[in-house]
């Protein structure tokens, strides 16, 4: 079972999530890698760079990213990671829906040793930290939810105040309001 963070980023608070992991050595994949696909380092000044939706943070001092090729499918060709034996925290971007409101976003990675994914080997000791420091930043700086699954962004949970609707991205998720 994957270690799951969901929360609600506006722009400015995914600017300062992205300076503050500058200190980790993370490079930027997006979910499908198409050939000729140039990393670049998790940095403040690489958010207009990154993916629009969905990306990995390849933690490359811990290792490597294991890949291989997709053999079926829309996505024929183009290059996969896998996140399970990889050191890679998988982060889905919050956007914006068609009806104005700010959908929820989601951080993740393979930490344990379950049945369900195969994994032989715990992952690192390196890179449990990396994830657990990550973690405890988004839990410190963000505000609880209601539902308490999610996390609010100090600049989201202004504009929630203004009147911007958070929406979960479950299948017919309902909103989720910031505690004070």
Not at 103 to 132: I, N
Request: charged fraction near 35%; include cysteine.
């Amino acid at each position: 079972m994957a270690t799951v963070q969901k929360f609600f980023m506006a722009p400015e608070d995914e600017v300062a999530f992205f300076r503050f992991l500058e200190r980790f050595v993370l490079e930027v994949y997006p979910r499908r890698v198409p050939a000729g696909w140039e990393a670049f380092r998790a940095s403040e000044e690489n958010v207009p760079r990154l993916p629009e939706e969905d990306l990995y943070l390849v933690a490359s001092e811990i290792g490597a990213a294991i890949v291989d090729k997709v053999k079926r499918g829309p996505d024929k060709g183009a290059w996969r990671i896998d996140e399970v034996r990889s050191p890679v925290i998988f982060l889905e971007r919050c956007r914006t829906n068609e009806e104005g409101e700010l959908v929820s976003g989601m951080l993740w990675a393979e930490l344990d040793v379950t049945p369900q994914t195969g994994r032989r080997d715990a992952a690192p000791d390196r890179f449990r930290r990396l994830f657990r420091e990550i973690d405890e930043y988004l839990k410190k700086t963000y505000r609880k939810g209601d539902p308490k699954d999610f996390l609010v962004g100090p600049k989201a949970a202004r504009l929630f105040k203004e009147g911007l609707v958070l929406r979960d991205s479950a299948h017919r998720g309902g909103t989720v309001v910031p505690f004070k």
